[in-house]
């Protein structure tokens, strides 16, 4: 099986990145030497059968890239992981991403839409002994609205929510502007998570390594890129449902390690990987792969406001350029889909679509780089340490270097690489998304001209009109063809192309139970048991 070669480095063109090497990365040599073996399906079957055990130290082997416990200012993917652990939401999620209770055991939407109700679960406590009740939740909420707060999560619930009101201590009333229906679905993630008021105001700036919440597990230490420790909170509301002692999030940037750490006993899970290193432990009885489709989504991004991808050209010749294909098959051995947007999961899928706008074309993309007049410019591409990344990035970066650019590599650790990308330090790169049960949850952080964490300087009038008019109906049937609008012109756009819907392959040991994926492929840890 040939491969690309990645294009020579620069030296010394990046600060702080360590430059790849042609052949340097041992993703590819995995991949080169799984060719022609595939994964068995017995995999999926090594875990343990009965009812769930009560004990145990779990032990998750990742690539930690924690900067924050507070989910007012969390952006990172795997913080998420943690919060989890140690935060009930407002709503919660089942596996298939349909609203369900949780810290809200129920709620009632108004005739006209403008008002959310929610009816509060009675004698849930936080991990410091303090109250969960209406007050808390319209605390919460009010922080995350302050804009002296600086959340970056503010976006997710504005320009709808204006008024937060306590109804009685267990029902809270939220008023909107004009009917929202995105607005339930995000209090289940990141702006419904519940923290401590008193504990905030405790520990003030330092309180993201500090967390406070209502979940099954409460904080025990915290060392950066190194080790989170949480135990079980003796006094969690649905106790009956949690069955570890302890969690530890252990910081193992590398995969190859992660799955001797399961070998070994050392892990009890890890990240997800591809199948090329699924492969390497296929004849260890110990070691389990559980699988299942995702709406994760890997894509290039670009800076949209500045040289040299301000040109809509050069844009379009990178998606021409992007062996999607290869990806899918090399990489993915066929179990992932090329992905055709940022929707891959959920109500609002469009499922006439089967193939990007862009196809694979490089004689299209050679003319397009003339067209833009980037023809033997020096573009630099920089990339996440992260295997994946490297994987992917290896595979498609000879392609990109045959269409007339020429291309600068380098890599960034992986705790340091989304930083950057905010901060405007990289113009090109790689990128990962997990899916959010409503799409406007993603697509307006990422696409709307003021969203949160519009990275690529994205700005398309008709793309804000259309989110927000979606935003506000609220039957899904009369809204998903709305959202099949906007990715249909964000594709074309090409401020993000996107390269592949990854089906989720994570590998656990041979005794762990409870483990249910989810289509944004967070793990809930809270969930997770055992065997003897």
Known sequence: MAHQPVAGPSPGSFNRRQLLQAGGISALGLLVAACGRHLPAAL??????????DGGDLVFATSMDIAT??????KNVREKFALYALYNTLVGYDPDFNLVPELAESWDTSADGKTLTFHLRRGVKFHDGTPFNADAVKWNLDRLLDKSTNSPLRGSLTPPLHTVRVVDDATVALDLATAWRPLVAALGE?????????????????????????GP??????????????????????????HLDTITL???????????????????????????????????????????PSGNWYALQVDCSKPPFDKPQLRQAIAYATNRDGVRNAIYQGQARVATGPVGVGWAVDKSRSAPAYGYDLDKA?????????????IDYVNSSDSNYQSIAQLLAGDYAK??????????????YYDDVVAGKVNWSLTEWTPRADPDGLLRTLL??????????????????????AAAISDQKEAAPLYAQIVQIVEKDAPYVFVIWPDLLVPHGANLGGLTLYPDAIYRLRELWIGR
């Open 448 to 469: 709307h001209s003021k969203g949160s964490q519009n990275t690529t300087k994205y700005n398309n009038p008709k793309v804000d009109a259309l989110l927000d008019q």
């Open 403 to 416: 269409i007339g650019i020429t291309l600068k590599v380098g890599t960034v650790p992986g705790s340091d």
């Open 69 to 74: 416990l507070d989910p007012a200012f969390s």
């Open 44 to 53: 999926d079957d090594r875990r343990p059968s009965g009812p769930p055990v």
């Open 250 to 292: 252990k910081n193992v940037p590398e995969q190859q390690v992660q799955l001797t750490m399961l070998r070994t006993g050392e892990a009890h899970i890890s990240d997800a990987v591809s199948p090329q290193l699924a492969i390497t432990v296929q004849s260890d009885p110990s070691v389990g792969i559980t699988r299942a």
């Open 217 to 242: 597990f409460e904080f025990v230490s915290f060392t950066q890129d190194s080790e989170l420790k949480l135990k079980r909170f003796a006094g969690y509301w649905d106790r009956g449902k949690v």
């Open 190 to 214: 990141r702006p419904g998570f519940m923290v401590s008021p008193a504990a905030v105001r405790k520990y003030g700036r330092d309180y993201g390594v500090h967390p406070v919440g209502t």
């Open 366 to 378: 050679r003319q397009l780089v003339q067209a833009a007049g980037a023809q033997g410019q020096a």
